[in-house]
């Protein structure tokens, strides 16, 4: 039987082994051939494992812990690092039977919009290998993409989930804070960091999260899920109110293509019953992006400084005393916009600066919050591109830091509430993706995957890359 692994979901895979009209040998044959085909433009991944079991294979970005199997969370410093134990999301995964087909390519420590931070080199969008595939989770984009996965595991602290789903023509979900573990995820920013599922559809996506998902007493922060995740049917919008926020539509930088395709699936969401308003989130999109690089560098800074040379990963060679090995083991190991965070970072929370912007960044992060909370008052879920621009070319931004950061404009502001969001494609502009954001309270992912499947159907996108069709 011949596989199509660009177009097979995770879904109808389950169903080809259920039915045994394929084996599990055969199955991953068949993605290792796509890989072996399609990767060496790609670069999706940093280590391709191939592993060989009775469920549906998965790519697993390279934050992610995985035992006997590297994990460098795309830095140098952990070049080489083996862990010796699972994630808890991985071992979920494991314990339903879903081999690894490799980790997937990041942005060192998950610091980016593009994946060109890797220390690995970048991955590149199977739309267009001359653009970029988002990130931080863009190698786990183009596998799933690419025809080189059926779907993966990212991680998102500002967007990094939804963006490159958005780049990617994915479905992508950041779920609710604290609803996955992150015990053996590599840390960026603790207080933001979570896993979430990349998939081709709706109905993949609620089938991962249901694997993922739920308390582990291992990461405190985790909670019970208020509700059984169910695999969405729906194909009405019927009674949904759905919020259009005026700064998150209009915020500058969107491209008028990506406007053009939101506002057609805006204008279907009502075709199909849903009732559609305006509201307003002025503090979140305006002090979204500020509150958000002082936080999460500040954060970084505290989780990094573990990485020193002396347990474990990278080590400057031949140091003339203990704060040389130090200082050089660091300085080599991490990159050009990993450093720029950490000392970003450091100096917000240096003595006699904590209170004026780690602390007020906190405070404000509470109003984002409550901002949104009185928009979900109004309305039940809120809507908005998922990223201001299609997928840009490589080394576009790379030299403009405060360009790249503007990617996540229209991502950030939900994160910094700790609410879920999940991206689904809406259509094309210049022969590329364009995503649509459905941003809902805490807990809400069944709405969000139900209304995500009714639009998802209605849109009728056709995932598969034009120019490998």
């Known amino acids: 039987m011949t596989l199509d692994t660009l177009r097979l979901t995770a879904e109808e895979t389950a169903g080809l082994i259920e039915r045994r009209e394929v084996s599990p040998r055969e199955l991953t044959g068949a993605y290792m051939r796509a890989i072996d085909e399609r990767d060496g433009e790609l670069h999706a991944y940093l ?6 079991g009775p469920g549906v294979p998965i790519a697993i970005k390279d934050c992610i812990t995985t035992s006997g199997v590297p994990t460098t969370a795309g830095s140098r410093i952990l070049q080489g690092y083996v862990p010796v134990f699972d994630s808890t999301v991985f071992a979920r995964c494991r314990a339903m039977g879903l081999p690894l087909i490799g980790k997937s390519n990041m942005d060192e420590f998950a610091m980016g919009s593009s994946t060109e931070n890797s220390a690995y080199g970048p991955s590149r969008n199977p739309w267009d290998p001359e653009r970029v595939p988002g990130g931080s989770s863009g190698g786990s984009a183009a596998a799933v993409a690419g025809g080189l996965a059926p779907w993966a ?28 573990s ?22 993949d996506n609620a089938w991962l999260y249901s694997i993922i998902a739920g308390r582990d007493p291992l990461d405190s922060t985790t909670v019970d899920l208020p ?5 969405p049917t729906a194909e009405s919008l019927n009674g949904l109110r759905v ?6 539509n209009e915020a500058e930088g969107i491209e008028p293509g990506v406007t053009a395709s939101v506002q057609r699936a805006i204008a279907l969401a009502e075709e199909l019953g849903a009732e559609v308003g305006e509201v307003s989130l002025p503090r979140s999109v305006e002090y979204g992006l500020a509150c958000y690089y002082l936080i999460a560098p500040a954060e970084a800074s505290s989780n990094l400084a573990r990485y ?9 060679e031949a140091p003339a005393d203990l704060l040389d090995l130090y200082e050089r083991t660091r300085w080599e190991g991490f990159g050009a916009e990993s450093r720029r965070r950490i000392l970003l970072g450091t100096y917000a929370l240096s003595a006699g600066y904590y209170d004026a912007f780690y602390g007020q960044a906190q405070k404000v992060r509470t109003l984002i919050g409550q901002e949104f909370a009185a928009a979900f008052e109004r309305y039940d879920l809120l809507v908005s591109p998922t990223s201001p621009t299609v997928a840009f070319r490589i080394g576009e931004k790379a030299e403009n830091p405060l360009a790249m950061y503007l990617s ?16 689904i494609p809406c259509g094309l502009s210049e ?17 969000l995957f139900a209304a995500g499947h009714a639009l998802e159907r209605a849109i009728g996108f056709d995932p598969v890359p034009e120019r490998l069709r």
């Not at 280590?47 to 060989?52: D, F, L, M």
């Not at 020193?308 to 400057?316: E, I, K, T």
């Open 47 to 52: 280590h391709v494992a191939g592993e060989i």
């Open 153 to 180: 595991l990212g991680s998102d602290t500002g967007g990094s989930i939804k963006q490159p789903a958005a780049l990617c023509g994915l479905v992508g979900l950041r779920p609710t804070y604290g609803t996955v």
């Open 182 to 203: 992150r015990y053996g995820v590599i840390a960026f920013a603790s207080s933001l960091d979570q896993v979430g599922p990349i998939t081709r559809t709706v109905r």
């Open 227 to 231: 509700e059984q995740v169910r695999v």
């Open 243 to 248: 919020g259009v926020p005026r700064e998150l």
């Open 308 to 316: 020193d040379g002396v347990r474990y990963g990278y080590r400057a």
């Open 408 to 423: 996540d404009v229209l991502t950030i502001p939900p994160n910094m509430a700790g609410l879920p969001g999940l991206n």
């Open 431 to 447: 022969g590329l993706p364009v995503g649509l954001q459905l941003i809902g309270p805490q807990f809400s992912e069944n709405l």
